[in-house]
């Protein structure tokens, strides 16, 4: 079978580098399925779960994206994430409290743009939750 290359990247670590049969992942427009040889794409990403069926392995890769942008070639993907977090490494409570941080944020803020960099934040978290959720009901 053919396999294309993965690299998913953060501002802090490469979380994910090699083959693959294929990748799906919550583009802006929708979720994306990208397998070998696929037109090339350059599309920002929304916060959810990028999934990585890595060649020759039976379980595919999880890793938790909070956004950022997606670059396809025939032969490579690449994921240029803001924040990118392997799904084995999900903490629910750490993520649930910062979503209450972030509610007690939104209550105090009083500009416009301090709403708006909060209520992105708490989207971005709601999406982790979800996807926590999702992985762990597996």
Not at 31 to 49: A, F, M, N, Q, S
Not at 92 to 106: F, M, V
Request: hydrophobic share 45%; proline share 4%.
């Amino acid at each position: 079978m053919a396999t294309i290359h993965v690299d998913v990247v953060s501002a802090e670590e490469n979380i994910f580098a090699g083959e693959a049969e294929f990748v799906v992942l919550p583009g802006e427009a929708g979720e994306l399925g990208i397998y070998p040889r696929h037109t090339p794409l350059i599309t920002r990403i929304k916060p959810g779960v990028v999934r990585i069926k890595a060649a020759g392995k039976s379980e595919e890769e999880q890793v938790f994206v909070a956004g950022g942008i997606l670059e396809v070639q025939p032969n490579v993907v690449t994921v240029l994430a803001d924040t990118a977090i392997r799904g084995k490494d999900l903490d629910e409570a750490k993520a649930q409290e910062a979503l209450k941080r972030a509610e007690e944020a939104r209550k105090n803020a009083t500009s416009e743009l301090e709403i708006a960099k909060v209520e992105a934040e708490m989207s971005a978290l709601a999406a982790q939750l979800a996807a926590i959720r999702r992985l762990r009901g597996k």
